[in-house]
Each structure stands twice: as C-alpha cells, then as structure tokens.
C-alpha cells in the first residue's frame, strides 16, 4: 500500500469552478498534512498546511482533514489559468521526513 | 523573500564520477534536507540535517551518499561514484525550527550519462 495516494488525474476544470484535489494516507500516526503546488520543471511551492481535523481556509483555498478516514482534500475555489499545476500532497509524522504523494495535475481552461 | 539557492541549476556526468550539489538554505533555518525526484515520478525524501548531523535518511540514501555543512551558509550532497538511476532533479530544502514547512529551492538537474 502506498503511503501517499491522490487522485490520479489529470483533472480539467473550466475557469471560474471549484477544482477538488483527493488525497489519502496510511500512516494513522501522521500529523501534519501539507499541499504543494509545483509548475512543471519548478520546485515544489507550499500552499496550505492542516493539522487538525475539519476546514482551513486562506484566499481560494480550502484544505480538509478528516483522521479517522485517512483523508486530506484541497478545494480550489474560482480557479484560475494560473492554478493550472501538479498538486501534491505530503504528510509528516513528527519526523521532519515528508511523504509526498504522486500529484495531481490540474489544467484550467479559459 | 528569503529563498533557497542551488547550484548548479543543470550537472551532466559521467558515470562512476563523484558530484556535489550544493545549497544555501534560508537564513535563520535550522533543518536542511534534500529530496530528488525522477522525471514524471513523486518527490522523494533522501535525508535530514539537524545540528550538524543527519537526522532522518531513507534507504535511498546509501553509503554513496554524504551530506555535509561545511561552513555557516553552505548545505551540500555528495554522490560518491554516480550510477544512470541517480539521474533526477535534485531539491535542498530547509525549515525553521519547531515546523515542518520545508521551503524547496530551484533544484539541480543531474543527468548521469
């Protein structure tokens, strides 16, 4: 079983709709959740970090944490041609070591 | 902004030839690590660095592989003999203290021919 699986995608959204990025962990004792944004040949980019279970919001973003499932989603509200990236999910376990997951590419259309 | 630099951006090698990547972390950071990933495939985690020593590394990260600070500033990997399956983009990245925000920088390209 993988440590880290996303939604493989790729996933199209028209400019303007919600992009909805799925993520699972096997790991029950992980603790902090991450989602990376990374342009094709560019360095992962930290977008949002959660850390308990439930909601958090900054601009267009929404990450979602549930534990008991075993779930992290990121929500992309009023997307824009310029979210149009590999979404990457990782997951630490108080060990200073991430586990990212494959990534999934989102393209927006004009 | 603060950010991470690497260098070089692009190393071409010859199989068998030692490589250095080097990197200058943010500042006030205290965690270093560095992380490769093989074209179209996940970001891998290879080792951490703490207070002058690893801290965490992963069965990638064999006895080829060193990793050392050798001034204030400086973070660097070494590959002691390159193999083909080393070819990747190589990321250094550092946080500060108490998080597990790692900042990435730019990557180095290492193809091994």
């Known amino acids: 079983q993988k440590e880290v699986e996303q939604n493989s995608g790729p996933l199209s959204v028209p400019e303007g709709a919600i992009a909805s990025l799925n993520c699972t962990y096997s790991d029950r004792g992980s603790q902090s959740f991450f989602w990376y944004r990374q342009y094709s040949g560019k360095s992962p980019e930290l977008i949002m970090s959660?850390?308990?279970?439930g909601d958090k919001e900054d601009g267009r973003f929404t990450a979602q944490l549930n534990k008991a499932s075993q779930y992290v989603s990121l929500l992309i509200r009023d997307s824009q041609p310029s979210d149009s990236a590999t979404y990457l999910c990782a997951v630490n376990k108080y060990d200073y070591k991430l586990s990212f997951g494959a990534g999934t590419t989102v393209t927006v259309r004009a | 902004e603060p950010e991470v630099t690497q260098t070089p951006s692009h190393q071409v090698t010859q199989m068998g030839q030692e490589v250095i990547l080097r990197c200058v972390p943010i500042?006030?950071?205290?965690?270093f690590y560095w992380y490769r990933q093989i074209l179209g495939q996940k970001v891998e985690f290879l080792v951490s660095?703490?207070?002058?020593?690893?801290?965490?590394k992963s069965e990638i990260f064999d006895d080829q592989f060193s990793v050392e600070r050798p001034d204030g500033s400086n973070f660097t990997l070494k590959i002691r003999s390159t193999k083909l399956e080393d070819s990747a983009m190589y990321f250094c990245?550092?946080?500060?203290?108490?998080?597990?925000?790692?900042?990435f920088g730019s990557g180095t390209q290492l193809s091994v021919l």
């Open positions: 660095f703490y207070n002058n020593e690893i801290s965490e």
């Open positions: 500042s006030n950071h205290l965690y």
């Open positions: 990245a550092s946080s500060e203290a108490g998080t597990e925000k790692l900042f």
């Open positions: 959660i850390y308990s279970n």
